[in-house]
């Protein structure tokens, strides 16, 4: 199975085992065709996101998955708050909201299917996975971490993004080396159970793994 991933540096590598988890398939029989790189930034992501998308069509994806941190700052275990006025939480509102990324994506995917895929029922169905994990990819790290009994935090997702990749890492950034030695082994370790309960603890890893397994069904129910 081929799949696009648009993502900021290695981060198409952690993808890459969740979505193995997440379609109960072994690892190797997913083709990653990767776009993207380290420091691409919020703006530039969304800048070329149509042409990844019409790039992943091209090659005839299966599935395409757009990711990008939320970046908040805030520190809501300390401060009490519910939400981040800067980066809303996709789940907190009803409605789209001008300020949220995950919403953001989704219109952009929606202006790309129209206007550059050419709007027909294949391409209306094709699905595209928006992952935005709040405040960071490194907030599911450190909930799978605490789930393991490795470390970590079940409260990641509220907590500052600052120093998040010190507690998964060691360090302040991670390299491929990092992400392949202490992240994959982590992920791969995960019962059914267990991601279950990560899912409970985090709401952007659920909202993600959701529209995964939407796929998956597709896919057993032999859906174009």
Same mark, same amino acid.
């Given at each position: ?133 709040? +405040?960071? *990819? =490194?907030?599911?790290? $450190?909930?799978?971490?605490?789930? /393991?009994?490795?470390?970590?935090? %079940?409260? @990641? ?19 491929? +080396?990092? *992400? =392949?030695?202490?992240? $994959?082994?982590?992920?791969?370790? /995960?019962?059914?159970?267990?991601? %279950?309960? @990560? ?26």
């Amino acid at each position: 199975m081929k799949v696009g991933v648009h993502v900021e540096g290695y981060d198409h590598l952690i993808f890459h085992s969740l979505l193995a988890k997440l379609l109960l398939l072994p690892e190797d029989t997913i083709d990653i065709d990767r776009v993207g790189a380290i420091g691409l930034g919020w703006h530039q992501v969304l800048e070329t996101l149509p042409k990844a998308l019409m790039r992943f069509r091209g090659k005839a994806c299966a599935l395409a998955v757009i990711g990008i941190d939320n970046d908040g700052t805030a520190d809501l275990v300390a401060t009490g708050n519910q939400e981040a006025s800067e980066h809303p939480r996709h789940w907190l509102h009803a409605t789209r909201h001008p300020n949220c990324r995950h919403c953001q994506l989704e219109a952009v995917v929606a202006a790309t299917r129209q206007s550059r895929l050419g709007w027909d029922a294949t391409i209306a169905r094709w699905p595209i996975v928006i992952a935005v994990p709040v +405040e960071a *990819i =490194e907030a599911w790290l $450190l909930v799978i971490q605490a789930i /393991l009994g490795v470390g970590g935090s %079940l409260r @990641a997702e509220r907590e500052r993004r600052q120093g998040m990749k010190q507690c998964v890492y060691g360090r302040p950034e991670a390299t491929r +080396e990092d *992400i =392949e030695r202490i992240t $994959l082994p982590q992920i791969r370790a /995960l019962t059914k159970e267990q991601l %279950l309960l @990560a899912r409970s603890h985090c709401q952007s890893l659920k909202i993600f793994a959701a529209q995964v397994e939407a796929f998956r069904q597709q896919q057993e129910n032999g859906a174009p």
